[in-house]
C-alpha cells in the first residue's frame, strides 16, 4: 500500500501537468474540476482524508461529466474527448485501489501524455512530453515493485527511455509514413492575426499575439517588401470587408511561370484556410488549392504544424462583368465626405495612374500618422471620421483606399495577410509573426490588372522593411499591445540573442523534425539506396535496430567485464543481479550461504531452489567436485526457476 | 566419526551449559592439532571446559597453576639422582600430559612461560641434553586473566602467535546460569565419560588435515591476510604461520559440520578467534578488528 500512494501521486501530477499545459484550450470550470478532484488525490495519499464511497463517487461522476457538458459543449470535439480522458482518469484515480486498477490508470496516462501533442508540438512540448513519460514509467516500476524507492524507479526509467530513443529515431526515419487512418476534427484554438473579415474600425481586430506564424526559406535574389497575400476582401458591407463565397472557388487551370520562384514554407499551426504566399501561386501540397484569385486555400486543415512550397503562375488578367461590379459595389448613404474627396481627386485626375498618386500624396501631405493605437471610430461613417482624424494602422488605410477608388468607379478590394517579417541571424530564413499582419488595397488598371496599393507605405515608408517589431516610432505602443515577453524585451541585447536562439532551435526542429514528411522521407530513402522497396526498408530498420540491440549486449558484457574462468560463477552473479532487482544487494565479505539465505527470506517460495543451488555450487566452487552435465542442468533449472518463474 | 564428534559436542554442551560456540572452537582447535588460550576473569567455567574435554576424549589431564616462583623445571620435570639404582632418573614434569592446563599463564615468569611455549611448539622436552617426546596428542590450554594485570607478565606477541586461537568465554545466560545453579551441572558433569580414545583423536587430526580446501577458499584466506599486510587499520598484520592456522582452523571446522571441503563460511567462523590476538596488542575479546576486516574484504564468487 506504501507504493500505492506514491503511483497514484505521481499519476495525479501527470494529470496535473498535462491539465495545466491545456489550460488555454480547456475551460477555465473544467480545470477547476480537475484540480480539485486533484487535490483530493493528493489528500488521500497523504493526509488521513479517505476515498469517496460509492454513492459520493457516483455524484461526483454525474457532477463532473455535467460541468464538462457546459463549459466545454460539444462543439469542440477534440477539446471535449481530452477533456473527458482527464477527469475520467482522475476520478478512477480516486476511488481506486487495487494494483490492476492503478495499472490502467497509469497505461492510459501515457495516452494523455501524447494528447498534449494534439495541441502543441514545438520542442519543449516535446521535452515536456518525454518527461511526463519518465514519470509515468517511473509509477510503473513502482507499481510492480514493491520494495523499489522513487530514486531508484526514476533512473531505470531514464536508462528505458534513454534506450528507446535509437529506436525511435530509425523508426521515426525509415518506417514508412502512413496516411492518417481517421482525421481530427479541426481544433478552433490557433490564434490567428488574420481574420476574414477586416473590420479595422474595431480597434480588438489589432492583434496582440507574438506569436510565430510561419517561415519562409527565400532565394536570395527576392528583395524586400514582402507582401504576403492570404485573403482577398472584396465585399464592403458600410464596416467590414469580407470574403466573397466564391473567393474558394479553384482556379481550373494553371500555367507556372518559367523562372518563377520557389518558396518554401514551414507553417505554424492555423485554423485558417488561406495561406500566405508572395504572388498568384501554385502549392506542391495536394491538400492546397489555388483560387480564382491566385490565393492558397488548404482543404481539410488540421491542427498540426505544417509545410509547402509555393512557385509563381500565371493568372489570366481579365475582370468579368461579375467581378467588376463586385468590386466597385459600394453601400449607399455613407462616408459622403469620403466621396466627394473622391470624386474631388477624380475630377483633378485624367487617369487610373494619375488618382492613385493624387490619392498618395493626399495621405502623406495631410499629416495621417501610423499608430497601433488610434482612436475608436464608431460612427456609421467611420471611414470620414478616420479622414478626419488621420490616425489609424494598415486596416484604416486599406479601408479608406478601396473605399476612395470604389467611390471613383475603380474596381478595388482590400488584400490582408502578413507584411515583412525578421531574418534570422544567418539570413537562412525570414519568420513572420502574427502581429505583422497587415492589410492593403488592390486596386484595378485595366492593361495591368490588379495592381497593390499600401497607403501605409506613404504614411510610414519604415514599415516596408523588417517586422513590425523592429519599426522604431511606434515602439511603445507595439509593447504595451504584445505585454511583457521576449520579444517585448529585445531591446535588451541577452534576452534578444536568448529569443533568436530559442527561434533558431525551434526553426531546426520544425524544418527536420516536423516536416519530416512523405516526401522528406522518400528524398532522404532515394539518397540512401537507389531504388526504394519495402523489402529493403524493412531489412533497414531490423537490422538497425539488431545492430543497437547487439550493441546495447555488448556494453552490458562489457560492464561486468571481470571474466571467470569457471561458468558456474555467472549462475551466480545472475543471481545477484537479479537480488539487486529485488533490492538485495550481496554486501562485501558476505558469503555465498549467508547471501543466499538472506535471499531465500526475501523469497521464501523459492527456497528450494535456492537451497539446490547453494549446495550443487558449494560443491563445486569449494568441494573441488567437478559438476555433472545433470547437476549443471539442475544448477541452471533452479537460477531460471528463480528468475522467471512468477509465483502462482 | 561424525556421529561421535557430535554426541561429544552434545556432551560437552550439557556439562558447559550455553557455550556451544566456545566448545566448537576448543574442540576445532584440538582438532587443529593447535592449542588454546582462554583469555577471561576468574570463574567462568575455563578449568571445567579443559576438563570435560579431556575426560569426553579420554586424554590424561594435568592442571599447572602458574604462579611467580614458578620455574621450568616445575612443569618439565627434572633428572634426579636415584640412589638405590645410582644414577640420574628423569622424573617428567606436568607437561607430559595430553591436556595441560596452564591456568594465569602470565603470572609465571618468561623463563618459565618460554619453556611452556617451546614445548608447545617442539612437541618435545630437552633436559640435561636429552630430548624427551611429549605425548600425542598434546594439547595446552592456557588462560589468563585479561585485567589485574599489576605484577604479571603478559605473553609477547611472538607468544601469543603460538596459540591457533584465543576465545573468551564469557558470562552465561541466564537461563544456563540459573541450571548450574539448581545444581543441574555437578550431576551431569559426573556423567562424562570417554567417547573417544586418544588413537581415535589423532586418525580425526588425520582426517581434518584431508579435508579439500579449494584455491577459491586459499584465494579469500590470502584476500584477509593481504588486507591486514597493505591496511593501516591493523598495528600488526598476520603472518603466514596466522595464515597456516586459519586454513587448519578452518579445516578442522568444515570437519565439525560433517563437510569435506571448506567453504568460506568456516574461515569467516574461525577467523576472530584466530586472528584477533595477532592483529592488535590490546587484550580484547570483542574481535573488532577482525570483524571489520571480515566485512571489509569481498569474496569473490
Not at chain 1, 289 to 318: A, C, H
Not at chain 1, 332 to 338: D, L, R, V
Not at chain 2, 50 to 70: E, K, M, P, W
Not at chain 2, 75 to 88: H, L, V
Request: proline fraction near 4%; hydrophobic fraction near 45%.
Amino acid at each position: 500500500m506504501f507504493n500505492h500512494d506514491k503511483v497514484k501521486s505521481l499519476s495525479a501530477l501527470i494529470i496535473a501537468i498535462v491539465s495545466a499545459l491545456l489550460f488555454d484550450d480547456l475551460a477555465l470550470f473544467f480545470v477547476a474540476t480537475v484540480a480539485l478532484l486533484i487535490v483530493w488525490v493528493f489528500a488521500e495519499c497523504y493526509t488521513k482524508a479517505s476515498a469517496p464511497t460509492m454513492v459520493v463517487a457516483n455524484i461526483l461522476a454525474i457532477a463532473c461529466t455535467l460541468t464538462l457538458f457546459l463549459t466545454i459543449g460539444i462543439s469542440e470535439l477534440v477539446n471535449l474527448f481530452v477533456a473527458m480522458l482527464l477527469q475520467a482518469n482522475c476520478l478512477k484515480l480516486l476511488i481506486a485501489t487495487k494494483p490492476k486498477q492503478i495499472k490502467s490508470i497509469v497505461l492510459v496516462n501515457f495516452f494523455i501524455a501524447c494528447c498534449v501533442f494534439l495541441f502543441y508540438q514545438s520542442l519543449p512540448v516535446t521535452f515536456l512530453v518525454l518527461s511526463l513519460f519518465l514519470i509515468n514509467i517511473t509509477a510503473l516500476y513502482l507499481l510492480t515493485n514493491r520494495k523499489k524507492l522513487v530514486r531508484q524507479s526514476s533512473v531505470r526509467a531514464f536508462k528505458l527511455l534513454a534506450l528507446s530513443l535509437p529506436i525511435t529515431c530509425v523508426l521515426f526515419l525509415f518506417l514508412p509514413k502512413l496516411p492518417a487512418f481517421w482525421r481530427m476534427p479541426s481544433l478552433s484554438s490557433a490564434q490567428v492575426g488574420l481574420s476574414e473579415s477586416v473590420n479595422p474600425f474595431n480597434i480588438s481586430d489589432l492583434t496582440k499575439s507574438d506569436k510565430l506564424a510561419f517561415r519562409a526559406l527565400l532565394p536570395s535574389n527576392y528583395q524586400a517588401p514582402y507582401y504576403w497575400r492570404a485573403m482577398v476582401h472584396e465585399e464592403f458591407d458600410g464596416k467590414s470587408w469580407n470574403i466573397a463565397k466564391s473567393a474558394d472557388n479553384i482556379l481550373p487551370f494553371t500555367q507556372i511561370k518559367e523562372y518563377g520562384n520557389t518558396i518554401k514554407i514551414y507553417h505554424e499551426q492555423s485554423s485558417l484556410k488561406w495561406l500566405p504566399s508572395l504572388f498568384y501561386s501554385k502549392a506542391n501540397a495536394a491538400n492546397i488549392v489555388t483560387t480564382e484569385n491566385g490565393n492558397l486555400y488548404r482543404v481539410n486543415p488540421n491542427n498540426q504544424k505544417f509545410s509547402y512550397e509555393f512557385t509563381e503562375i500565371e493568372l489570366s488578367q481579365q475582370l468579368t462583368n461579375n467581378q467588376r461590379v463586385r468590386n466597385t459595389r459600394l453601400p449607399t448613404e455613407i462616408n459622403m465626405a469620403s466621396i466627394s474627396l473622391a470624386n474631388q481627386l477624380k475630377a483633378q485626375a485624367n487617369s487610373t495612374e494619375m488618382f492613385i498618386n493624387l490619392l498618395a500624396r493626399y495621405y502623406s501631405d495631410n499629416g495621417f500618422i501610423y499608430t497601433l493605437k488610434p482612436p475608436i471610430y464608431d460612427d456609421k461613417n467611420a471611414i470620414d471620421q478616420f479622414i478626419s482624424g488621420k490616425e489609424g494602422f494598415c486596416g484604416h488605410y486599406a479601408s479608406t483606399s478601396a473605399f476612395i477608388f470604389r467611390a471613383a468607379g475603380i474596381p478595388a478590394r482590400v488584400v490582408s495577410g502578413y507584411l515583412g517579417g525578421e531574418f534570422s541571424e544567418n539570413n537562412e530564413y525570414l519568420s513572420v509573426y502574427q502581429y505583422d499582419a497587415h492589410a492593403w488595397t488592390e486596386v484595378w488598371l485595366e492593361n495591368r490588372g490588379w495592381v497593390k496599393f499600401d497607403a501605409t507605405a506613404y504614411v510610414e515608408p519604415d514599415r516596408l522593411n523588417g517586422s513590425l517589431s523592429q519599426l522604431d516610432n511606434i515602439r511603445n505602443e507595439f509593447e504595451e499591445n504584445i505585454g511583457l515577453g521576449l520579444t517585448s524585451l529585445s531591446q535588451i541585447a541577452i534576452f534578444n540573442k536568448l529569443r533568436i536562439y530559442l527561434e533558431q532551435l525551434d526553426y531546426q526542429w520544425t524544418a527536420w523534425v516536423l516536416g519530416f514528411d512523405n516526401t522528406a522521407q522518400k528524398k532522404l530513402l532515394k539518397e540512401l539506396m537507389e531504388d526504394v522497396s519495402a523489402l529493403k526498408i524493412a531489412i533497414i530498420i531490423m537490422s538497425l535496430i539488431g545492430l543497437f540491440l547487439l550493441t546495447f549486449l555488448a556494453l552490458k558484457l562489457w560492464q561486468r567485464r571481470i571474466r571467470y574462468d569457471d561458468p558456474i560463477v555467472y549462475y551466480l552473479l545472475a543471481l545477484e543481479n537479479y537480488a539487486k532487482g529485488k533490492g538485495l544487494i550481496r554486501k562485501d565479505g558476505e558469503t555465498v550461504e549467508v547471501f543466499l539465505t538472506r535471499l531465500s527470506e526475501l523469497i521464501p517460495h523459492h527456497k528450494k531452489d535456492l537451497m539446490s543451488f547453494l549446495m550443487l555450487y558449494s560443491r563445486h566452487r569449494y568441494g573441488g567436485k567437478t559438476l555433472s552435465k545433470a547437476q549443471v542442468k539442475v544448477l541452471k533449472r533452479n537460477v531460471n526457476n528463480i528468475k522467471y518463474k512468477r509465483q502462482l | 566419526m561424525n556421529q561421535a564428534l557430535d554426541q561429544i559436542i552434545q556432551q560437552l554442551n550439557s556439562v558447559i551449559l550455553g557455550k556451544q560456540q566456545q566448545i566448537k572452537l576448543s574442540l576445532c582447535c584440538l582438532l587443529a592439532k593447535g592449542h588454546l588460550l582462554i583469555e577471561d576473569l576468574p570463574g567462568m567455567g575455563k578449568t571445567s571446559l579443559a576438563h570435560a574435554l579431556s575426560n569426553i576424549l579420554g586424554l590424561d589431564y594435568q592442571r599447572v597453576q602458574f604462579t611467580s616462583d614458578l620455574l621450568p623445571s616445575d612443569i618439565t620435570g627434572s633428572t634426579i639422582f636415584d640412589p638405590n639404582k645410582q644414577t640420574f632418573h628423569f622424573h617428567p614434569g606436568p607437561l607430559f600430559n595430553q591436556v595441560v592446563l596452564a591456568d594465569e599463564i602470565n603470572r609465571a615468569g618468561p623463563k618459565t612461560q618460554s619453556a611452556l611455549l617451546e614445548a608447545m611448539e617442539e612437541q618435545q622436552v630437552s633436559i640435561d641434553g636429552k630430548s624427551h617426546a611429549l605425548p600425542t596428542p598434546f594439547f595446552v590450554i592456557a588462560t589468563q586473566n585479561p585485567m589485574h594485570q599489576a605484577g604479571t607478565f603478559p605473553l609477547p606477541e611472538s607468544q601469543l602467535d603460538r596459540f591457533l586461537m584465543r576465545i573468551g568465554l564469557g558470562y552465561p545466560d541466564k537461563e544456563s546460569e540459573k541450571a548450574i545453579l539448581l545444581g543441574e551441572i555437578s550431576a551431569a558433569a559426573k556423567k562424562v565419560s570417554a567417547l573417544l580414545t586418544p588413537a581415535n583423536l589423532v586418525e580425526m587430526q588425520s582426517l581434518v588435515n584431508s579435508v579439500v580446501l579449494s584455491n577459491v577458499v586459499v584465494e579469500y584466506i590470502l584476500d584477509l591476510v593481504t588486507e591486514t599486510r597493505d591496511s593501516q587499520d591493523y598495528p600488526m598484520a598476520l603472518s603466514p604461520r596466522a595464515s597456516i592456522a586459519i586454513a587448519n582452523a578452518a579445516k578442522a571446522w568444515a570437519f565439525i559440520h560433517s563437510r569435506d571441503y571448506v567453504i568460506p563460511d568456516d574461515v569467516q567462523a574461525i577467523f576472530p578467534s584466530v586472528a584477533e590476538h595477532r592483529l592488535g596488542i590490546a587484550s580484547n575479546t570483542t574481535n573488532k578488528l577482525s570483524h571489520d576486516l571480515l566485512s571489509k574484504v569481498k569474496i569473490n564468487p
